[in-house]
């Protein structure tokens, strides 16, 4: 099924920008400098760098990993 939804283009692989790429570098060094780390999953850093390179500043999410990196990092 997954073959079948990236030939008929429901599904599209998109490559983060550079700028993502900092952002997420960035993130990850912050996150993990702290004492104690805040814990952060890659998928959820990609997120956030994705945020903040798009400007936003507010996040809302259920998962409390996410939510604590997030507020970290600044998203209300």
């Known amino acids: 099924e997954l073959e079948t939804d990236i030939a008929s ?30 814990p952060l999953r890659t998928l959820d850093a990609l997120h956030l760098a994705s945020a903040k390179v798009a400007g936003e500043t507010e996040l809302v999410a259920t ?14």
């Open 9 to 38: 283009s429901w599904l599209r692989t998109v490559e983060p920008s550079e700028l993502v790429m900092q952002e997420f570098d960035r993130l990850m060094l912050a996150c993990y400098r702290r004492s104690p780390p805040v």
């Open 63 to 76: 998962d409390r990993k996410l939510r604590d990196a997030a507020a970290m990092l600044g998203f209300k």
